[in-house]
């Protein structure tokens, strides 16, 4: 008796552990599609525990080979290289193919229920290989300069942008509209290049609800763009202060008397100047006063401008005058000659003339660099009415670039040892126009 129920007991255990080794394929399951050489998990739920392997087969019956043999069933998955067997050989694409769990005495425990696919086409990255244009992918065109919010300016020039969608070659009008209504034509029908150049009339108002279209003919298709600002310039004109702004000078003097002093000679120029003018260049002429001799003077004029009420962002400025009267003289010969007008300089310091009409130190500041347009650090002006542009030397005193002490104009002749000689030049009505944004 003893030793039956020791043998019943064997019996009675070993039948339990097959019954309980089961499994249940859940992927590939069936209708799947895997691209080769991809990673994916075979997946299976499970009871009890034992050796495995998995197994690709065809539909048909037909065995390609093992995935992976010496697996734990109770592990439940295991990653696989799509198409590649334990043997290193890599399966074709087909779409009939199952997944077979194998118990390690041969028993099947289960199969996938349905076909997947392995599959070996590719796919094309358009935007990234092909470099194709964006439009291409855009059905509708779309302005995208001016953008919504954006401020231009009356007087300037901007570049119209537009992506041209699915509009082609077709020709592309542009119209400026505010509130729905027209309110002027940026540019006829012109070639659809997605760009266009607008310089903005002065006559256009200000305001902020403009809207940019561009459009084909018949509108077939067309863009709007966003509400933007159209601001009008602003224009200021400053008079010059030139409140002694007249260097002169008796820095040399030629006489037979050498024990004349300073202090005896002349010291009112010959050269006059209206209220409101300065005067540039040189004379000499014979002193028949207390010394008998020739005195020279050189004329050098200043001018300065309060800017404290220009605000915004400087678009040109301009340093106007009128040349009121020149004078060049030889010996006898005398003539108008507009060649006696003279350069302008920026100061580099403020300057000061003594109860005797002397300059002092501060009246040789300018900067020996080009200051203004012109090769030698100068603008020659010239003619009677004359316009300097003097824009960038405006945008440095409003910004605090520079210090703003001024101009200087000096003649282009200094030559005052010519005895009897003369090359100068008048000059009024200076204001500076400043353009502001």
């Known amino acids: 008796m003893k030793v039956i129920s020791i043998s019943l007991m064997v019996f009675m255990t070993a039948a339990t552990t097959a019954w ?9 399951n069936g209708g799947e599609t895997w691209k080769l050489n991809s990673k994916q998990k075979i997946t299976w ?56 769990i194998i118990r390690h005495d041969d028993a099947v425990l289960d199969t996938s229920h349905n076909t997947f696919t392995i599959d070996d086409s590719q796919q094309i990255d358009f935007n990234l290989h092909l470099k194709l244009p964006p439009e291409l992918f855009s059905t509708q065109m779309k302005v995208t300069s001016p953008a919504k919010n954006t401020k231009w300016w009356a007087g300037n020039t901007y570049k119209i942008t537009w992506d041209k969608g699915r509009s082609g070659d077709a020709k592309v009008g542009i119209n400026l509209y505010r509130q729905g209504e027209f309110v002027n034509t940026v540019s006829g029908f012109i070639a659809n290049t997605g760009a266009h150049l607008w310089t903005i009339p002065d006559s256009i108002p200000p305001a902020n609800d403009y809207v940019m279209k561009v459009f084909t003919f018949g509108d077939k298709f067309q863009a709007d763009s966003g509400l933007f600002s159209i601001l009008a310039r602003q224009q200021f004109r400053i008079g010059a202060r030139i409140d002694n ?21 002349s010291t009112q120029p010959a050269a ?65 000659n507009s060649q006696c007008a003279g350069s302008v300089h920026v100061m580099d310091g403020t300057w000061s003339v003594d109860n005797q ?81």
Request: hydrophobic letters at 40%.
């Open 357 to 437: 009409g002397n300059w002092h130190g501060p009246c040789h500041f300018y900067h020996a660099l080009p200051t203004i347009a012109g090769n030698d650090g100068t603008v020659k002006y010239d003619g009677r009415k004359m316009l300097i542009d003097v824009t960038g030397i405006v945008k440095g005193w409003l910004s605090g670039q520079q210090a703003n002490f001024g101009l200087m104009f000096i003649g282009l002749d200094e030559g005052y040892a010519h005895n009897n000689d003369a090359c100068y030049s008048n000059f009024g009505s200076i204001f500076l126009s400043i353009l502001v944004k």
């Open 45 to 100: 739920t499970f009871s009890g525990s034992a050796k495995m392997r998995l197994i690709l087969i065809h539909k048909d019956g037909k065995v390609e080979g093992a995935i992976k043999t010496g697996l734990q069933l109770n592990t439940g998955s295991y990653e696989w290289t799509v198409g590649v067997l334990e043997n290193g050989k890599t399966v074709s694409a087909k779409n009939d193919f199952l997944v077979t």
């Open 272 to 336: 006059q100047r209206a209220a409101g003018e300065i005067v540039v260049g040189f004379d000499n002429f014979y002193d028949s006063g207390y010394c008998w001799e020739y005195v020279g003077h050189i004329y050098r004029g200043f001018v300065s401008f309060d800017l404290s009420e220009v605000k915004g962002n400087v678009v040109s400025a301009s340093l106007g005058m009128v040349r009121t009267a020149s004078l060049h003289r030889y010996g006898a010969s005398v003539s108008n």
């Open 245 to 265: 702004s007249l260097c002169w000078s008796m820095h040399n003097e030629w006489s037979s008397n050498l024990g004349c002093g300073l202090s005896q000679h």
């Open 20 to 28: 309980a080794q089961t499994a249940n394929l859940t992927a590939p």
